[in-house]
């Protein structure tokens, strides 16, 4: 049956009034299983994957707790801690503190410790110069633990950490990552290219390392500087996304990217990726048969592709740079946070339906509960340090509870407690239909429109400058049922018009998009952009020419370029031609 849901899952949150945790729904009262910790000092914190233990470093000392029992179980004199981890079973704790030389320029000392969760130990000391990748990986049975040490793969078995078991060596291994899941277990190691030579990733079974034969995959590519390495969950397929720092063509300053699939069987795939522009960002569903990328100049799509590659279902586009599918995997959320204003799209991927479009503005944290039902999103500094808190959401975009701390205070961090697999059974759609009722209002504006004219405006916009979501998988032979041509318009008749209302204000924003329409397409509809009035077309013409002016200038000063006093006067007046905008589009 459904577990208990009342105050489980609480969520720990680090800031300047110190460390507390929170009862999750329905309750969000402050948690008495785990006693505040009101230092301002509170450097670092982590919870087991299980989420029985708790550890902090409050700048006296590391303390581990079990939460399900209330009891402190260590206390670490290690002060200057900035970084903790927990090995998968809560054998070892790993600490990281910043590494420093000695006056006379000798080494220093070891900063990277392994303590032993039952003794209380320290198990193992290394010096680790780097924050970066600071700490070892475990298999998830803990029967292997590896680091990367001078362009070497390091391998130690059952935490015995004086024996090296074993070294990956290529020419300079710059990162790697262990899969998860039972053994065996597989690694995927990246070596940057050199002297016109391309890089590579590829695919080994532990232990086997002897030389290129021995690999199970391997895929090599030029335009790499960096490279991000996702396994899916069932350990048999690898997403690499490769970066440039910089994009020779000058049309990005994110660089450029590609994105390759690799599966351990040896197969290797581009994956196709319709617009160009970034890929902001790319997900493994839970099922690991699916993964979404979210991709292309703004506003970005969005597409669901399959093991062979092929899109299976595309959401259109829109403003987007972030994709969370839930730990169960039958619920996604995109998301446009950072630079752009925090609007959530929550689909149930089953059925490819929108449950729900909330806003969680000035968003730089977003995470799911374990129970695949609610999300938090959070407002952190030092990203920002205005608004700091945080909101938990229903997933059919209610606020359930919204915490925002006073002007002088600050939030860091913000984590959900995490639960074993299986905890929290799959809910069904039906089950979501209704949010639970809560005191603060849905985020969602709701604007009563009598102007027919103004909705058959904005849904010709949708037609010609964005692209609405439509199913790419191939109706003949599918398990699923086929959808008629018929329901397929409805349907895209019902999300265009619920999406209107959010978009006209994103179109506002993004200024008109670059693709024009095919000249066939212009003919026979009402034209996109006007109002009727050529006067006050003219008006609508020449504010969205000011903001994407200012939308250029954000750009600009984004990639770091410095502005001068009258291009910084003119980004602070984008709030205000967009309420002018807005309120000549509705009429008003």
Same mark, same amino acid.
């Given at each position: 049956?459904?577990?208990?849901?009342? #105050?489980?899952?609480?969520?720990?949150? +680090?800031?300047?009034?110190? /460390?507390?945790?929170?009862?999750?729904? =329905?309750? @969000?009262?402050?948690?008495?299983?785990?006693?505040?910790?009101?230092?301002?000092?509170?450097?670092?914190?982590?919870?087991?994957?299980?989420?029985?233990?708790?550890?902090?470093?409050?700048?006296?000392?590391?303390?581990?707790?079990?939460?399900?029992?209330?009891?402190?179980?260590?206390?670490?004199?290690?002060?200057?801690?900035?970084?903790?981890?927990?090995?998968?079973?809560?054998?070892?704790?790993?600490?990281?503190?910043?590494?420093?030389?000695?006056?006379?320029?000798?080494?220093?000392?070891?900063?990277?410790? $392994?303590?032993?969760?039952?003794?209380?130990?320290?198990?193992?000391?290394?010096?680790?110069?780097?924050?970066?990748?600071?700490?070892?990986?475990?298999?998830?049975?803990?029967?292997?633990?590896?680091?990367?040490?001078?362009?070497?793969?390091?391998?130690?078995?059952?935490?015995?950490?004086?024996?090296?078991?074993?070294?990956?060596?290529?020419?300079?291994?710059?990162? @790697?990552?262990?899969?998860?899941?039972?053994?065996?277990?597989?690694?995927?190691?990246?070596?940057?290219?050199?002297?016109?030579?391309?890089?590579?990733?590829?695919?080994?079974? *532990?232990?086997?390392?002897?030389?290129?034969?021995?690999?199970?995959?391997?895929?090599? @590519?030029?335009?790499?500087?960096?490279?991000?390495?996702?396994?899916?969950?069932?350990?048999?397929?690898?997403?690499?996304?490769?970066?440039?720092?910089?994009?020779?063509?000058?049309?990005?300053?994110?660089?450029?990217?590609?994105?390759?699939?690799?599966?351990?069987?040896?197969?290797?795939?581009?994956?196709?990726?319709?617009?160009?522009?970034?890929?902001?960002?790319?997900?493994?569903?839970?099922?690991?048969?699916?993964? #979404?990328?979210? *991709?292309?100049?703004?506003?970005?799509?969005?597409?669901?592709?399959?093991?062979?590659?092929?899109?299976?279902?595309?959401?259109?586009?829109?403003? +987007?740079?972030?994709?969370?599918?839930?730990?169960?995997?039958?619920?996604?959320?995109?998301?446009?946070?950072?630079?752009?204003?925090?609007?959530?799209?929550?689909?149930?991927? +089953?059925?490819?339906?929108?449950?729900?479009?909330?806003?969680?503005?000035?968003?730089?944290?977003?995470?799911?509960? =374990?129970?695949?039902?609610?999300?938090?999103?959070?407002?952190?500094? %030092?990203? $920002?340090?205005?608004?700091?808190?945080?909101?938990?959401?229903?997933?059919?975009?209610?606020?359930?509870?919204?915490?925002?701390?006073?002007?002088?205070?600050?939030?860091?961090?913000?984590?959900?407690?995490?639960? %074993?697999?299986?905890?929290?059974?799959? +809910?069904?759609?039906?089950?979501?239909?209704?949010?639970?009722?809560?005191?603060?209002?849905?985020?969602? =504006?709701?604007?009563?429109?009598?102007?027919?004219?103004?909705?058959?405006?904005?849904?010709?916009?949708?037609?010609?400058?964005?692209?609405?979501?439509?199913?790419?998988?191939?109706? $003949?032979?599918?398990?699923?049922?086929?959808?008629?041509?018929?329901?397929?318009?409805?349907?895209?008749?019902?999300?265009?018009?619920?999406?209107?209302?959010?978009?006209?204000?994103?179109?506002?924003?993004?200024?008109?998009?670059?693709?024009?329409?095919?000249?066939?397409?212009?003919?026979?509809?009402?034209?996109?952009?006007?109002?009727?009035?050529?006067?006050?077309?003219?008006?609508?013409?020449? /504010?969205?020419?000011?903001?994407?002016?200012?939308?250029?200038?954000?750009?600009?000063?984004?990639?770091?370029?410095?502005?001068?006093?009258?291009?910084?006067?003119?980004?602070?007046?984008?709030?205000?031609?967009?309420?002018?905008?807005?309120?000549?589009?509705?009429?008003?």
């Amino acid at each position: 049956g459904t577990p208990a849901v009342p #105050c489980l899952f609480p969520p720990a949150v +680090r800031g300047s009034e110190g /460390l507390y945790m929170v009862n999750g729904p =329905p309750s @969000f009262t402050e948690s008495t299983a785990f006693q505040r910790d009101s230092g301002k000092n509170c450097k670092a914190v982590a919870f087991s994957k299980d989420g029985s233990l708790f550890a902090w470093c409050n700048g006296q000392k590391v303390n581990v707790v079990n939460i399900t029992r209330a009891e402190l179980l260590h206390s670490f004199d290690l002060p200057k801690t900035v970084c903790l981890e927990f090995s998968p079973k809560n054998n070892v704790l790993a600490t990281w503190q910043a590494y420093t030389t000695a006056k006379d320029g000798t080494a220093g000392v070891p900063n990277l410790q $392994l303590h032993d969760l039952r003794t209380g130990k320290c198990l193992k000391s290394f010096i680790q110069k780097k924050m970066q990748n600071w700490c070892p990986c475990w298999a998830d049975d803990e029967s292997i633990c590896a680091r990367n040490v001078n362009n070497e793969v390091h391998f130690f078995e059952n935490n015995n950490f004086n024996t090296i078991a074993n070294k990956l060596h290529l020419q300079k291994v710059s990162d @790697f990552v262990l899969s998860p899941g039972a053994q065996p277990t597989k690694v995927a190691v990246y070596v940057p290219g050199s002297k016109g030579a391309p890089s590579f990733v590829r695919l080994y079974q *532990y232990p086997n390392f002897g030389g290129p034969q021995s690999a199970l995959a391997n895929k090599s @590519f030029f335009k790499a500087d960096k490279v991000t390495m996702l396994w899916n969950k069932k350990a048999t397929a690898v997403l690499v996304v490769a970066s440039t720092e910089v994009d020779k063509s000058g049309a990005s300053y994110y660089g450029e990217q590609t994105l390759h699939y690799v599966a351990a069987s040896g197969e290797s795939a581009v994956v196709q990726l319709p617009k160009s522009g970034p890929i902001y960002d790319v997900a493994w569903s839970p099922n690991s048969v699916e993964f #979404c990328a979210v *991709y292309g100049f703004m506003p970005a799509k969005a597409t669901v592709f399959n093991l062979k590659c092929d899109p299976v279902f595309d959401f259109g586009t829109g403003p +987007r740079n972030a994709a969370y599918y839930s730990p169960q995997g039958h619920v996604l959320v995109l998301a446009g946070f950072g630079n752009l204003r925090g609007q959530m799209e929550v689909w149930d991927v +089953r059925s490819y339906r929108l449950l729900s479009k909330p806003v969680a503005a000035d968003s730089t944290y977003f995470a799911w509960c =374990p129970d695949g039902e609610h999300m938090v999103t959070a407002t952190c500094a %030092p990203r $920002l340090r205005v608004g700091n808190g945080y909101k938990v959401w229903h997933c059919t975009g209610r606020v359930l509870h919204a915490h925002e701390v006073p002007g002088e205070q600050e939030v860091w961090q913000v984590c959900w407690q995490p639960f %074993p697999d299986g905890v929290f059974p799959e +809910r069904s759609y039906l089950q979501y239909q209704t949010a639970p009722t809560a005191p603060q209002e849905s985020p969602l =504006p709701t604007l009563s429109l009598p102007l027919w004219g103004f909705n058959h405006f904005v849904i010709c916009i949708l037609q010609h400058e964005d692209e609405p979501p439509q199913n790419m998988k191939p109706q $003949l032979g599918g398990g699923d049922k086929p959808v008629s041509k018929t329901a397929l318009k409805n349907q895209r008749k019902h999300e265009a018009k619920k999406a209107a209302k959010q978009e006209a204000k994103a179109d506002a924003h993004q200024g008109p998009a670059q693709v024009k329409p095919p000249q066939s397409a212009q003919q026979n509809t009402v034209p996109a952009m006007t109002t009727g009035d050529p006067e006050l077309d003219k008006k609508i013409k020449n /504010l969205k020419k000011k903001l994407k002016a200012i939308e250029q200038l954000k750009e600009q000063a984004a990639a770091g370029k410095q502005l001068e006093k009258n291009q910084v006067e003119k980004i602070q007046k984008e709030a205000a031609l967009l309420k002018e905008l807005e309120d000549l589009e509705l009429g008003v």
